[in-house]
């Protein structure tokens, strides 16, 4: 099956500074998904991006298809930034099964 | 965007009970749902893709007599875990997609269950 692999697995900042996750799949996919999950283990979508580059304030993120990678930058990065951020693919072939990676586990700190 | 909506967020149940988490799409008709467990520490794996009218598919290695899914109509998916042990607890997630190919999947608020 496809792989999913992010990075890094985990990541610790200060207050205010910006970051980069990857998400590197091993297959064509026609759709990813960016998610946070927070302390309550609700998952919050923030990105659906197969391809191409789409922002939300202090969010981005890019997905290169060809290339087979995704990232997320957070900027100026806040306490309740923190929590673990996944990439999930789907790879069309069983449309809708999701492939999820590992996870990156963000902590802000104050 | 489309909202799927869980229910219970979260349960206790006894050992050698059986617990019942729906999976509502309240805006939209689902036809194939999905369900996720995801243990402490760990990513979400899929153990069941649920199709309305028919049966569930289930992925390698998940006890389809133990993890019973209906999906009866367009719009609601239950995943029944039966005779639940303490091993069964464990953080699930569903999803929907609101039509068939290469769209946006939307997730439900998971339930937490914990067997005792």
């Known amino acids: 099956g496809i792989q999913v692999e992010q990075s890094p697995p985990d990541l610790i900042l200060q207050e205010g500074a910006n970051s980069t996750l990857r998400c590197n799949f091993s297959?064509?996919?026609?759709?990813l998904q960016w998610f946070h999950q927070n302390p309550w283990g609700q998952l919050i979508n923030l990105f659906y991006?197969?391809?191409g580059t789409k922002q939300n304030g202090r969010l981005s993120a890019t997905t290169v298809a060809t290339e087979r990678y995704s990232l997320l930058y957070i900027s100026s990065s806040q306490t309740t930034d923190s929590g673990v951020y996944f990439c999930?693919?789907?790879?069309?072939?069983?449309?809708?099964?999701?492939?999820f990676g590992d996870g990156t586990t963000l902590t802000v700190k104050p | 965007g489309a909202v799927v909506s869980q229910h219970p967020s979260r349960v206790i149940c006894k050992s050698g009970t059986s617990v019942k988490i729906e999976c509502r799409s309240l805006d939209f008709q689902a036809t194939t749902m999905f369900w996720y467990r995801q243990f402490p520490k760990q990513s979400l794996m899929l153990m069941a893709t649920s199709n309305e009218g028919s049966k569930a598919t289930y992925e390698q290695g998940v006890e389809k007599d133990k993890f019973l899914i209906n999906h009866a109509s367009l719009t609601l998916s239950t995943l029944t875990v039966t005779s639940a042990h303490p091993e069964d607890s464990s953080f699930y997630i569903c999803?929907?997609?609101?039509?068939?190919?290469?769209?946006?999947?939307?997730f439900g608020q998971g339930t937490r269950l914990t067997v005792v």
């Open positions: 999803s929907a997609k609101a039509g068939a190919g290469y769209t946006e999947a939307f």
């Open positions: 297959d064509s996919v026609n759709n």
């Open positions: 999930a693919v789907d790879l069309g072939t069983n449309a809708g099964k999701s492939t």
């Open positions: 991006i197969p391809s």
